[in-house]
């Protein structure tokens, strides 16, 4: 089982965002950033990207990419999390299940109001 949190808003459906390792993040950095509209994250990664590229000697540049790079798969959760709250949602559950909508169906489950929302 994987661990889950809800984060739910008045007008908008609920948003099931996963904890642990974000592999996507980690691979394709500020684009899926971008994807899940953490955009202040997006623009601060590719600023440090565009520095590291540009301004520093060649030899130090794979490494601290790496590390950038696991930086934001370790992080990325954190930071959509923290987008989404910028956006006005509010995390309302901790929900372990096997996979993302499993952990949506808890959440139903849990909170069939929430059900009108998510149809929208």
């Known amino acids: 089982m994987k661990t889950w949190t809800a984060h739910v808003s008045p007008s908008q459906p609920p948003v099931i965002v996963a904890e642990g390792f974000a592999w996507g993040a980690f691979l ?16 601060v990664v590719l600023c440090v990207t565009v520095f590291i590229a540009l301004r520093l000697p060649e030899a130090m ?32 559950h901790i929900l372990a299940a096997r996979d993302a909508d499993a952990a949506f169906a808890r959440l139903i489950a849990a909170r069939p109001e929430l059900a009108v929302l998510a149809a929208q």
């Open 28 to 43: 394709f950095g500020p684009l899926w950033l971008l994807r899940h509209r953490a955009w202040a994250a997006a623009v």
């Open 61 to 92: 540049r794979p490494p601290l990419l790496l590390l950038l790079a696991m930086a934001q798969g370790i992080f990325g959760h954190d930071l959509r999390r923290e987008a989404l709250g910028r956006r006005g949602f509010v995390q309302a």
